[in-house]
């Protein structure tokens, strides 16, 4: 079992900039494909960016590549989200989760992650 807690979230500028971390204890952090989803009101929950056990590959949705960068710290047992050039359709709560598939297909799959933070807001807007 992993227990994820998110923070960072917060109003921020358009054109602004943003770090999200996600701090883990449980199971061995490096055991785990790591991912940031968001949901928008009104709108599902989807994958944004994900991250392998090793960083050794990364997956971003088109949206925010580019803008978005995700890394980890095996040593901190912590996953971050820099988001950069944010836009009002940013605008949503993000959700760090872990997995521990590691292919590029099923890491896409909300299904296949079995530990979800509780969520921080970031709000883009002027």
């Known amino acids: 079992q992993v227990l994820l807690v998110e923070s960072g979230g917060r109003l921020v500028q358009p054109g602004g900039s943003l770090r999200l971390s996600c701090a883990a204890s449980?199971?061995?952090?490096?055991?785990?494909?790591m991912g940031w989803f968001r949901q928008a009101p009104g709108k599902e929950r989807d994958l944004v960016a994900a991250i392998s056990w090793n960083a050794g590959d990364t997956y971003y949705t088109d949206s925010v590549k580019g803008r978005f960068t995700i890394s980890r710290d095996n040593a901190k047992n912590t996953v971050y989200l820099q988001m950069n050039s944010l836009k009002p359709e940013d605008t949503a709560v993000y959700y760090c989760a872990a997995t521990v598939v590691g292919d590029r297909y099923r890491i896409q799959l909300q299904r296949m992650y079995d530990a979800w933070g509780q969520g921080t807001q970031v709000t883009v807007s002027s």
């Open positions: 449980g199971r061995p952090f490096s055991s785990n494909t």
